[in-house]
């Protein structure tokens, strides 16, 4: 008979375990087939990454003016002024430029448009936005050379507006409102002059578009420019209100032919 001492009994345990329980252990645990991770699957629908490219129209107007240098007569319900009586119409050019949101837009990119804000857009119709560097682009030019005794060069810039289309369909209707700059040169053989003419005003149109085709349209209106008055053959800091003849207003008349074609960005 085998007798172990007590102290050597516990370290016999142990060899005993590590001989013949750890190996099959061992080869049991590299037998064993690893548990796979399951990926987590993609909620449906397209993943969106990054800018996307967007089309959107484009249109461009541009045609004739005839402008009329005259302040409004109230008493005889038209215009007056030393410009004015000398030459009626002084002409020019007026460019337009903006961005068409209409409902087939909203429709191809819905993703843009919020989503408590996407039922609202349903209802709404077309949408012009002018881009901010549109606001660098005169929107206004006169280039009336002397034909009898006085020419008229100017520029007017709309760095802000706003617009109210009244009616739609079949034709647009629309009422605008503006910020706008203008400079103006103008030198007379009969009126004080030179006279530097420049001046921060308001601007109000009313205009009728009709469309042609979808890529063409035309448009007509009268527009009225409103300014801080100045002395004309005076200097910019004289409103001539007390000693001599001023200008306040411009009235103009305009034709456009409006060109759409697409553009695209990302977004």
């Not at 909203?106 to 843009?112: A, D, E, G, I, V």
Request: hydrophobic fraction near 40%.
């Amino acid at each position: 008979m085998l007798y172990v001492k007590p102290r050597y009994l516990s370290l016999f345990v142990l060899v005993l375990i590590g001989v013949f329980l750890l190996p099959p252990a061992l080869a049991d645990a590299q037998q064993r087939p690893r548990p796979t991770q399951q990926k987590k699957k993609r909620p449906p629908g397209p993943v969106v990454r990054g800018p996307q490219p967007v089309t959107v129209p484009v249109d461009i107007g541009v045609g004739p003016t005839f402008n009329m240098l005259g302040n409004i007569d109230v008493e005889n319900l038209g215009l007056s002024g030393p410009i004015y009586e000398d030459q009626t119409f002084h002409y020019g050019i007026r460019i337009s430029l903006a961005a068409i949101i209409d409902q087939e837009f909203m429709r191809n990119n819905q993703r843009l448009i919020p989503r408590q804000y996407r039922d609202q857009a349903k209802s709404m119709g077309e949408i012009r936005i002018k881009p901010g560097v549109a606001a660098l682009i005169p929107t206004s030019l006169i280039i009336s050379p002397k034909f009898r005794n006085t020419g008229v060069y100017a520029a007017t810039w709309t760095p802000l507006g706003l617009g109210l289309a009244l009616l739609s369909e079949p034709v647009r209707l629309s009422l605008h409102g503006g910020v706008i700059a203008t400079y103006a040169f103008i030198h007379s053989d009969t009126i004080p002059s030179p006279t530097h003419f420049l001046r921060p005003g308001a601007e109000l149109s009313l205009d009728l578009e009709i469309p042609i085709t979808r890529q063409f349209l035309i448009s007509f209106g009268w527009a009225s420019q409103f300014y801080i008055p100045q002395k004309i053959g005076g200097s910019i800091l004289e409103t001539g209100l007390e000693d001599g003849p001023s200008l306040w207003h411009i009235g103009q008349g305009f034709l456009l032919l409006h060109f759409r074609f697409p553009y695209t960005t990302y977004l």
